[in-house]
């Protein structure tokens, strides 16, 4: 059985357990019961699995040692004590699947977290290719500009833009090889490689110079007619260092023209 069907079988035996208690209980008993569940159920919500199954256990020896105490003290006869061992039996058994529902369901949001987490991490990249989103890119390239304006460093921002020229059609097997090439020529783990859009590429080279750039885009153009014999006319390159300022280093990243920054007017707000 998997953990599906089990979820719903406990959930099943749950309301049934639910209705033989209401149907086997007084109307005064069955107050009584319901308050201390509901008080059970919502500190169950509240802890921990662990900690709940805890609390249960010495919840029910509790009200165990205590019918005990009343039977030998009342001597109760033998249908009263079976009647009361039934009535106890039921609350042990709702509040234990109450206890194994809150469970399954505490498991399955960890998961959907889990799951929600890979999702995001496989978002950071585009595709089957490796490159990073742009925004991922920024995310990374902003921490990597803090270092390198704290270590005094200096960082190039490599653009690839794909042209190309009538052969749209092949623009998908283009930007395969072009990305492969990319990834390949950089230092891995220290550089990033990311996609500004469909036609262009973003490579950002921490702690180099241009002769650095040199090296790199030698090792692409390499790795790019190694695996396809790609005309030079079908890309182009552009080499930027990086502003020191965060905000100019990022409009650079994106693409976007720098807008001047505007004093901001002092006066009375309404």
């Known amino acids: 059985m998997n953990r599906d069907s089990s979820f719903f079988a406990v959930f099943y035996l749950f309301a049934v357990a639910n209705?033989?208690?209401a149907l086997?209980?007084?109307?005064?008993?069955?107050?009584v019961a319901g308050l201390l569940q509901v008080i059970t159920y919502l500190l169950?919500?509240?802890?921990?699995?662990?900690?709940?199954?805890?609390?249960?256990?010495a919840e029910f020896l509790a009200i165990g040692f205590g019918y005990t105490g009343m039977a030998f003290y009342d001597q109760w006869d033998k249908p009263l004590q079976t009647a009361v061992i039934g009535?106890?039996?039921?609350?042990?058994?709702?509040?234990?699947?109450?206890?194994l529902t809150v469970l399954f369901f505490k498991n399955f949001s960890l998961d959907l977290k889990r799951a929600e987490k890979a999702l995001h991490q496989y978002k950071k990249y585009e595709d089957d290719a490796g490159l990073l989103t742009l925004n991922e890119f920024l995310y990374r390239a902003e921490d990597i500009h803090m270092a390198m304006k704290r270590r005094h460093e200096e960082?190039?921002?490599?653009?690839?833009?794909?042209?190309?020229?009538?052969?749209?059609?092949?623009?998908k097997t283009l930007h395969e090889y072009f990305?492969?090439?990319?990834?390949?020529?950089?230092?891995?783990?220290?550089?990033?490689?990311?996609?500004?859009?469909?036609?262009?590429?973003?490579?950002?080279l921490q702690n180099t110079n241009r002769e650095g750039c040199s090296l790199v885009l030698y090792r692409f153009k390499e790795k790019l007619h190694a695996a396809a014999p790609v005309p030079v006319e079908l890309y182009e390159v552009q080499i930027e260092s990086l502003p020191m300022s965060w905000e100019y280093a990022k409009f650079t990243i994106i693409g976007a023209p720098l807008l001047p920054i505007q004093q901001k007017s002092r006066g009375i707000r309404l």
């Open 87 to 99: 009535k106890l039996f039921l609350f042990m058994l709702t509040t234990g699947l109450f206890w």
């Open 155 to 171: 960082g190039f921002l490599i653009t690839i833009t794909i042209c190309p020229k009538g052969k749209e059609f092949a623009l």
């Open 179 to 204: 990305s492969r090439a990319a990834l390949q020529a950089v230092r891995e783990q220290y550089d990033l490689v990311g996609k500004r859009s469909p036609t262009e590429l973003l490579l950002l």
């Open 19 to 21: 209705i033989a208690q």
């Open 44 to 57: 169950l919500l509240w802890l921990r699995p662990i900690a709940g199954f805890a609390g249960m256990v």
């Open 24 to 31: 086997m209980l007084p109307f005064q008993e069955l107050t």
